[in-house]
């Protein structure tokens, strides 16, 4: 520690002056001391301002899923810290949060001196996915499969993927055909 080296050497320099014997009991009480009154109230002088530092993941996949999360921790302060996203209704001694819906969160961090730090962070989610669909009819002779299906989205999260079998099977293309008449059951 800065403060400890520059008391040492002026409790040197002053003893040397005045010829003081100073034992090892009266250094740690003066060094006591100055730690909690000296320069710049030193009892804290080894920890920085509390803060919060961390990245916020949104909500990723399908628009309403709950899989956001924060992942925080504390710069600073006085360990040992306890976290909390829902202002101390409760809390945890450690800054991930998983599972989040989508909104505003004021992440809250104590440390042992009841310092706090807190922001304001917001998850969010990709748009509600749209499916726009377009056919060809078969044309031709009965049992002809020159049908075709042509599907577009936007919204949700890319890469998309198609099926025209009720989810059995996707395909990265959204072109399908050489299709028979019938139906054919979209999955989004």
Same mark, same amino acid.
């Given at each position: 520690?800065?403060?400890?080296?520059?008391?040492?050497?002026?409790?040197?320099?002053?003893?040397?002056?005045?010829?003081?014997?100073?034992?090892?009991?009266?250094?740690?009480?003066?060094?006591?001391?100055?730690?909690?009154?000296?320069?710049?109230?030193?009892?804290?002088?080894?920890? !920085?301002?509390? %803060? *919060?530092?961390?990245?916020?993941? #949104? @909500? +990723? /996949? =399908?628009?309403? $899923?709950? &899989?956001?999360?924060?992942?925080?921790?504390?710069?600073?302060?006085?360990?040992?810290?306890?976290?909390?996203?829902?202002?101390?209704?409760?809390?945890?001694?450690?800054?991930?949060?998983?599972?989040?819906?989508?909104?505003?969160?004021?992440?809250?961090?104590?440390?042992?001196?009841?310092?706090?730090?807190?922001?304001?962070?917001?998850?969010?989610?990709? !748009?509600?996915? %749209? *499916?726009?669909?377009?056919?060809? #009819? @078969? +044309? /031709? =002779?009965?049992? $002809?499969? &020159?049908?075709?299906?042509?599907?577009?989205?936007?919204?949700?999260?890319?890469?998309?993927?198609?099926?025209?079998?009720?989810?059995?099977?996707?395909?990265?293309?959204?072109?399908?055909?050489?299709?028979?008449?019938?139906?054919?059951?979209?999955?989004?």
């Amino acid at each position: 520690m800065v403060l400890i080296s520059d008391f040492q050497r002026k409790l040197h320099f002053a003893a040397d002056i005045k010829k003081i014997k100073i034992n090892k009991i009266a250094f740690a009480t003066l060094f006591v001391f100055l730690l909690l009154f000296g320069k710049n109230n030193a009892y804290s002088t080894d920890n !920085e301002i509390l %803060k *919060l530092e961390g990245l916020v993941k #949104n @909500v +990723t /996949g =399908c628009y309403d $899923d709950k &899989n956001g999360f924060l992942k925080f921790y504390a710069v600073g302060g006085t360990p040992s810290y306890i976290y909390t996203i829902n202002n101390w209704q409760s809390s945890q001694s450690t800054g991930d949060f998983l599972n989040l819906d989508v909104g505003f969160y004021t992440l809250k961090v104590r440390d042992a001196l009841n310092n706090e730090a807190s922001i304001e962070v917001e998850i969010t989610q990709p !748009e509600d996915f %749209k *499916l726009i669909g377009q056919k060809t #009819n @078969v +044309t /031709g =002779c009965f049992g $002809d499969n &020159n049908g075709a299906i042509s599907l577009s989205g936007s919204g949700g999260t890319i890469p998309y993927e198609f099926s025209i079998n009720n989810g059995v099977d996707f395909y990265a293309s959204n072109s399908f055909s050489e299709l028979y008449a019938g139906y054919y059951s979209i999955v989004k």
